[in-house]
């Protein structure tokens, strides 16, 4: 595996260890988990990491707006895999 590959692969693999710290925060924060108290602001954090398709969820009816949010990592976290195999089939193709 050439060194772009696996820088890679550990950038995609650091994105989506933040955006599942970022759901369990969600989680906790909203349900009240570990004896948390309930916080509105427990989404923060995805907000950063679903950038620039959150910014498109006010198109969908009100009640899918808080399921888009916490979804819309997973769009980058696909682009970031899609890219990451494209690099290393490429990386492939030259050796």
């Given at each position: 595996m050439s060194r772009p590959a696996k820088l890679c692969r550990l950038v995609t693999g650091?994105?989506?260890v933040l955006?599942?710290?970022a759901?369990?925060?969600l989680a906790i924060g909203?349900?009240?988990v570990f004896g948390q108290p309930r916080d509105p602001l427990s989404g923060v954090f995805l907000i950063?990491?679903?950038l620039p398709w959150n910014r498109m969820i006010d198109v969908f009816?009100?009640?899918l707006w808080?399921?888009?949010a916490a979804a819309a990592p997973a769009v980058n976290a696909a682009l970031l895999i899609t890219l990451c195999r494209m690099l290393?089939?490429?990386a492939r193709g030259h050796e």
């Open positions: 650091g994105f989506i955006y599942v710290a759901l369990a925060l909203t349900f009240g950063p990491l679903g009816p009100e009640p808080p399921w888009l290393n089939g490429a």
